[in-house]
């Protein structure tokens, strides 16, 4: 099972808006809607961000959304605020031995 | 509040064993999956096994079978990871995570396999 496909890094100014995509196959993000995102600042535990591809856990900022399409699922952030410069992981259910595959993560900066 | 700590890291030799254990609280802890996924250092997440509420059910990532086991004790909210047969791409933060949706995480164990 290999991980999910991420772009390695995404940027954006104050305010604006950025969409990383996390790309798999049939037997992952394709089949099943169980995708999620984390946030992972340097040195911390990742966070949930998203769950069952276009859910928002309570608390996290409604600036946050998912989508997915086919065997691609993406988060936006919207109004991107310093705070949101971190690393992203997208995660899926799969139907191999392997229950459950991450993505490569994205670097996010904020210009 | 819903707490995961984990404990049991530190530096082995390849070929040696670890165990690893994550203490809950704040949450029913005998009623909901858990994992554990580890992170090499300045790699990404990988995911590397699960067990049910009842730990009747397991399941490993391909690298860690055989040599990793996942366990519980539901009577005292915790859950355990018993790691054997050590090799240095083992080296990595070990994190435990509630649910299928991974919310929240503990703070990690760094585990460091070398000679």
């Known amino acids: 099972q290999s991980a999910l496909t991420q772009p390695a890094s995404v940027s954006g100014s104050p305010g604006q808006s950025i969409t990383i995509s996390c790309t798999g196959t049939?037997?992952?993000?394709?089949?099943?809607?169980?995708v999620s995102w984390y946030r992972q600042h340097p040195g911390k535990a990742p966070k949930l961000m998203i769950y069952d591809v276009s859910n928002r856990p309570s608390g996290v900022s409604s600036r946050f959304s998912g989508s997915k399409s086919g065997n691609t699922a993406s988060l936006t952030i919207s109004g991107l605020q310093a705070e949101d410069e971190a690393d992203y992981y997208c995660?899926?259910?799969?139907?191999?031995?392997?229950?459950?595959?991450f993505g490569t993560g994205t670097k996010v900066t904020v210009l | 509040e819903v707490q995961l700590v984990e404990s049991g890291g530190g530096l082995v030799q390849p070929g040696g064993s670890l165990r690893l254990s994550c203490a809950a609280s704040g949450f029913t802890f005998s009623t909901y999956w858990m994992n554990w996924v580890r992170q090499a250092p300045g790699k990404g997440l990988e995911w590397v096994a699960n067990?049910?509420?009842?730990?009747?059910?397991?399941y490993y990532v391909d690298s860690v079978k055989g040599r990793f086991t996942i366990s519980r004790d539901n009577a005292k909210n915790s859950l355990f990871l018993q790691m054997n047969s050590l090799r240095a791409e083992d080296t990595a933060v070990y994190y435990c995570a509630k649910s299928n949706w991974f919310d929240p995480w503990g703070q990690g164990t760094l585990v460091t396999v070398s000679s």
């Open positions: 067990i049910n509420p009842d730990g009747s059910e397991k």
């Open positions: 049939n037997s992952d993000v394709g089949g099943y809607n169980s």
């Open positions: 995660c899926s259910y799969a139907s191999s031995s392997t229950r459950y595959v």
